[in-house]
């Protein structure tokens, strides 16, 4: 079993930084790959950016140059790093885990609100 605790998220004006962070407990199983997606009311689920356990990084066209996730595997932690807040940011951000075992685990979910 692998518990994941989502910090950060809050609201910010557009332009604005926020960072997010998550810290993977309890685990079985070494941890691979680890990620954040969004999901906005009414909208899919989106893949924001994840990085791999050899720093490999992949990023969402959206957030390109806006976001960066990094991560502390001695932590077992994962960090979303935004700035340039827009708007069209808002959403539930949910950390992501999977691991050499391919179990997938996801966060509770951290409400990020970018509005003047």
């Known amino acids: 079993q692998v518990q994941l605790v989502e910090s950060g998220g809050g609201l910010v004006q557009p332009g604005g930084s926020l960072r997010l962070s998550c810290a993977a407990s309890?685990?079985?199983?070494?941890?691979?790959?680890m990620g954040w997606y969004r999901q906005a009311p009414g909208k899919e689920r989106e893949r924001v950016a994840i990085?791999?356990?050899?720093?490999?990084?992949v990023y969402a066209d959206s957030v390109k140059g806006r976001f960066t996730v990094s991560r502390d595997s001695a932590k077992r932690a994962v960090y979303l790093q935004m700035t340039s807040l827009k708007s069209e940011d808002t959403a539930v951000y949910y950390c992501?885990?999977?691991?050499?075992?391919?179990?997938?685990?996801w966060g509770q979910g951290a409400q990020v609100t970018v509005s003047s």
């Open positions: 309890r685990n079985i199983f070494s941890i691979d790959v």
């Open positions: 990085i791999t356990s050899g720093g490999g990084t």
């Open positions: 992501y885990v999977r691991t050499y075992n391919d179990l997938a685990c």
